[in-house]
């Protein structure tokens, strides 16, 4: 079955610094590459969605800036929190979608990560 | 407003009771999804219902789609503990491309 590995599972970060994500699909080629953002006992809630080799389509409200989304390659995509504050402190999930794959195929999930600015 | 309202929000019931959650909206899915979640863990996802008024069964889980294809429920017979969980409903609407949107989740405890 598809497997999307995320890293790291929780980090813990100093308030100005940056942080990386990464999130790879481990068995399938994934064109597209979604990451969401999670608060406490609420759903997910779509920040970008990543496409291979070219610029990531960000939500209304994210900031492209702050969150830096790069996917260089079919297996492969970041997430970087700039410069990052206590607010950003969050769960971020990741998931793809196989190539050539329709939606009702459904998504992998990565198993997030919980992001703390101290 | 959310495209997809999912109810109840929350739900604590005990072992052995019934019990039915509800994904709604106005806008049309080519398919809805089904996912559970655990804390601290990534959504998986559990079917996928994609013709109008389909019914698809996983052991004592049962999911059916509407006939207009914009709503869809999960009921869950003889609940058991391991069957906590946040339940999300997600789907892409028919003129949204592949972009995953999901409902607002059902956070389930079902207490021994």
């Known amino acids: 079955g598809a497997v999307v590995s995320q890293h790291p599972s929780r980090v813990i970060c100093k308030s100005g610094t940056s942080v990386k994500i990464e999130c790879r699909s481990l068995?399938?080629?994934?064109?597209?590459m979604f990451w969401y953002r999670q608060f406490p006992k609420q759903s997910l809630m779509l920040m970008a969605t990543?496409?291979?080799?070219?610029?990531?389509?960000?939500e209304q409200g994210v900031e492209k800036d702050k969150f830096l989304i790069n996917h260089a390659s079919l297996t492969l995509s970041t997430l970087t929190v700039t410069s990052a504050h206590p607010e950003d402190s969050s769960f971020y999930i990741c998931?793809?979608?196989?190539?050539?794959?329709?939606?009702?195929?459904?998504?992998?999930f990565g198993s997030g990560t919980r992001l703390t600015v101290v | 407003t959310q495209l997809l309202e999912q109810s109840p929000q929350f739900l604590s019931i005990q072992e052995g009771e019934n019990l039915t959650v509800y994904c709604n909206s106005s806008?049309?899915?080519?398919?809805l999804q089904w996912y559970r979640q655990e804390p601290g863990e990534g959504p998986v996802l559990l079917v996928t219902?994609?013709?109008?008024?389909e019914v698809k069964k996983l052991k004592r889980l049962t999911f059916q789609f509407g006939d207009a294809r914009k709503d869809s429920s999960l009921h869950i017979t003889a609940a058991q503990p391991g069957d906590t969980g946040l339940y999300l409903c997600a789907g892409a609407p028919d003129n949204a491309g592949n972009m995953l949107t999901f409902g607002g989740g059902t956070r389930l405890m079902v207490k021994p």
């Open positions: 219902v994609v013709t109008g008024g």
């Open positions: 990543s496409n291979e080799g070219s610029k990531a389509t960000y």
């Open positions: 998931s793809a979608t196989r190539a050539g794959h329709k939606t009702n195929y459904g998504y992998t």
């Open positions: 806008s049309v899915f080519s398919s």
């Open positions: 068995d399938f080629q994934a064109t597209t």
